[in-house]
């Protein structure tokens, strides 16, 4: 090991996971200068004071200039009995893994017999359901639950002005950190019990991110306010550390909250003391707030509960979304995403950020590729990209209600020379009676331009500019129609009250 080249030995180090990389520092001396800048490359960290003392002494030490980028997740542990705690906790192997470990083991029990291929017999949901949910004693189980509670109290005391002063110091002395992300792990990520933060402390608290999923209730003060802290503490920690001069900028953003209220809101409810709450001193951290995105070259933004926040909230998320993008200058990428994940952009009625693309003026200057994800007329649309027609080279439209797909789809090759386009599921008009309120729409390039069907591949070259004639444009996908905010409340609570009916029933004796 000590006759290897310093090439050889770094090559070898990018290609172990974290834990391995971590291991070799402890191997040789080598190997422990070889594999150290990648073990804190990137850091880590939930909404937790055992995270804010960790990030505390890696910025205080001299490995703190290896750290080039950090993740907060912004996940709130949510409030349950010690009954509800206990009926989550699951840890059987995920389904997929374990129905390909049973089919493997029915094949081998079929070796010798002639027979080459079967049917899993059976119903193999109910197999797995049938598994124990974990083999957890008394005492583990009673140890877990003081531990989650422990955790649960560090996120309910968490303040911006005492826990996320200390964030922003700790920001500021991390020299070389380039890039930021704010991470939601539930409910958008799938299975998530496993990433770093999660996988160390679902060793002590039996439940991750995966348990939580669909377990709090969007109008709950912790899923409105709570989930919020960790973006606003990012934000205005990255906008401080910007003040600094001689250091380098933070280039690359990237958000995915599930909180619904403003961060003006945000911002009064973590002042830790009542007398700071609602006085017009927050205007200038807002505008630390913006200076973030003033440096940005690379912005991925996505608000997964837009239309839910403007309900709860009103307007004015879309209003800070807004402002956040035109303080953006140096957007090179832009990957916005501002609608609602559990419904399809159909029914967000909702104008979202129409106002922000409809602007004769140029947003971003240098902007090389774009991927939207929110809906707006198609004329609005199409304004937005004549006006970065110069430098834009890369565009991505999904889920968006643009009323009038022909139109766009026939004129973006005209406005734009394309070096890579996709298009998924863009809603149409397919209806509109004069005097009713209700409208149909009907989604158009179902399975994305990158299928390989002959459809999508020729509208796809048409996009590019590959061919002169635009394909007939086909309405292949689902109908949807715009539906009243309270029917979707109606029947979310409907839903709710047929559950409890159902647990009710469930504990009943005959």
Request: with cysteine; net charge negative.
């Amino acid at each position: 090991m000590d006759r290897l080249p310093e090439e050889l030995l770094a090559l070898i180090c990018e290609h172990c996971d974290h834990a391995t990389q971590k291991a070799l520092r402890l191997a040789s001396k080598r190997l422990h200068e070889a594999s150290t800048p990648l073990v804190f490359e990137h850091f880590y960290m939930g909404l937790f004071e055992y995270g804010l003392l960790s990030l505390k002494d890696l910025a205080k030490s001299p490995l703190a200039k290896h750290v080039k980028e950090l993740t907060l997740f912004p996940d709130i542990i949510p409030s349950w009995t010690k009954e509800s705690y206990e009926k989550a906790i699951d840890m059987r192997p995920n389904f997929s893994l374990w129905l390909r470990g049973r089919k493997s083991q029915i094949r081998e029990g079929y070796e010798g017999t002639g027979i080459t291929s079967c049917l899993y017999p059976g119903d193999p949901r109910k197999e797995y359901e049938a598994l124990p949910r974990h083999s957890l004693t008394k005492a583990e189980l009673d140890a877990g639950w003081a531990t989650f509670n422990q955790c649960a109290g560090q996120q309910a005391r968490w303040s911006q002005d005492r826990e996320g002063l200390s964030f922003k110091e700790c920001i500021s002395l991390l020299a070389n950190l380039s890039k930021a992300d704010v991470q939601c792990a539930v409910p958008f990520s799938g299975r998530t019990n496993d990433w770093p933060v999660w996988k160390k402390l679902r060793r002590h608290i039996y439940v991750g991110p995966d348990d939580f999923v669909w377990r709090q209730e969007m109008d709950e003060p912790d899923y409105a306010h709570m989930s919020g802290q960790a973006a606003l503490c990012l934000l205005e920690a990255l906008g401080y550390r910007a003040s600094f001069a001689g250091i380098k900028q933070v280039k690359y953003l990237s958000v995915h909250s599930s909180h619904l209220d403003p961060y003006l809101s945000l911002m009064n409810e973590s002042a830790s003391n009542t007398t700071a709450r609602g006085t017009p001193a927050h205007a200038t951290r807002y505008q630390t707030l913006l200076e973030t995105f003033r440096h940005l070259s690379t912005l991925r933004l996505h608000i997964p509960h837009a239309t839910v926040s403007a309900h709860v909230s009103g307007f004015g998320m879309a209003v800070e979304t807004m402002e956040f993008l035109r303080s953006a200058r140096h957007l090179r990428k832009l990957d916005l995403r501002y609608g609602d994940d559990e419904m399809s952009p159909d029914d967000e009625s909702d104008s979202q950020l129409e106002n922000l693309f409809d602007s004769d003026d140029v947003l971003f200057p240098e902007l090389q590729s774009a991927a939207l994800a929110t809906n707006m007329p198609a004329e609005i649309l199409l304004k937005f990209l004549t006006n970065h027609a110069r430098t834009l080279r890369r565009l991505e439209l999904r889920d968006m209600l643009v009323h009038n797909v022909n139109v766009a789809i026939e004129h973006i090759p005209r406005v734009l020379k394309l070096d890579h386009v996709y298009v998924e599921c863009l809603w149409d008009d397919a209806s509109r009676t004069e005097g009713e309120f209700d409208v149909n729409y009907l989604c158009v390039l179902s399975r994305g331009t990158d299928s390989d069907a002959d459809y999508e591949h020729s509208v796809k070259a048409y996009l590019l500019g590959q061919a002169e004639v635009m394909p007939n444009i086909e309405r292949d996908g689902g109908l949807g129609e715009i539906r009243e905010w309270s029917e979707w409340q109606n029947e979310y609570y409907a839903t709710l009250a047929a559950s409890s009916d159902d647990e009710v029933s469930d504990g009943q004796v005959d």
